[in-house]
């Protein structure tokens, strides 16, 4: 009851804005390109992005810096370029393709339709998702305990970094070089107890989204991160808001539903 309790208070606060699930679009068989721009004007760049693919995240930053991630199909290379040409208007600081994480995806169709339910409300009850979906509450279950073992799949939450005062909410990318599991795990144990949530990877790239006392806390914890071995640098971002647009799921859903086969298979290896 006293977590029931504070996220209640949390939610009253709007210091949490929503739950939400993030699938990594590997997953559904999509690739991602992550882009990093200055220019203050964030939903003209969104609108530009939408020319080459879907939004996946969404994140504006103190200092007129924006974070996205942008959901393709077909060539990757081909996308980065049109995305540079669009984009003539505002600094590209960095634009890369998401290094495919080697999860493996077995999901069906009984999984989309699932996934399609907790879009709607992520907390909702499993005999109203059974009923919804028109299947038992074990299957629902079951499926349910399948996609949180995947690590591409997340109950999470958006927040509003404004709101975690009197704390600084910040985001650390640190590039890489060497194997980024092991990386990862150094970096887990450095920040653990400052972690808002658990990091995003991508390719050579880790995002660390932390939380700090003060200023000179925040700087400490980037030092410490650019110090650890095999981190080759460090760059960190202030978000004002973090928005984890749904739109391009439901899209896959849908792709997804039309194959034949009972099993989605596809190996990320």
């Known amino acids: 009851m006293a977590v029931r309790s504070r ?24 690739n991602v390109i992550y882009l990093v721009t200055t220019g203050q004007d964030v939903n003209e760049i969104v609108k530009q992005v939408k020319l080459v693919g879907e939004p996946f995240f969404i994140v504006p930053c103190v200092g007129g810096y924006s974070a996205c991630g942008i959901v393709v199909k077909g060539e990757v290379e081909q996308k980065i ?19 495919d994480a080697g999860i493996e995806s077995n999901l069906t169709k009984t999984d ?13 009850q499993i005999d109203i998702v059974a009923k919804n979906v028109k ?9 349910i305990e399948k996609l949180q073992e995947n690590p591409a799949f997340q109950f999470t939450l958006t927040y509003n970094p404004a709101k975690i005062k009197p704390y600084i909410s910040h985001a650390v990318l640190c590039v890489v070089n060497g194997n980024i599991k092991n990386l990862l795990k150094k970096l887990k144990k450095q920040f653990e107890n400052h972690f808002m949530q658990i990091p995003f990877i991508a390719k050579n790239q880790i995002v660390l989204f932390l939380y700090s006392e003060d200023i000179f806390q925040m700087d400490e914890m980037v030092q410490k991160a650019d110090s650890v071995e095999n981190v080759i640098g460090v760059e960190n971002f202030m978000p004002k808001k973090i928005s984890l647009p749904q739109d391009w799921i439901k899209n896959a859903i849908k792709e997804n539903r039309k194959s034949e086969k009972l099993h989605l298979l596809r190996n990320m290896a």
Do not use: C, W
Not at 9 to 25: A, D, G, H, R, S
């Open 112 to 124: 989309l339709d699932v996934i399609e339910q907790l879009l709607k409300n992520p907390r909702e």
């Open 7 to 30: 996220i209640d208070k949390m939610l009253k606060l709007k210091l949490i804005e929503k739950f939400t699930l993030k699938i990594e679009p590997h997953l559904l068989g999509y």
């Open 81 to 99: 370029a049109i995305i540079r040409n669009l984009l003539k208007q505002v600094r590209i600081l960095n634009i890369f393709e998401a290094e």
């Open 135 to 143: 299947i038992s509450s074990k299957t629902v279950a079951r499926s």
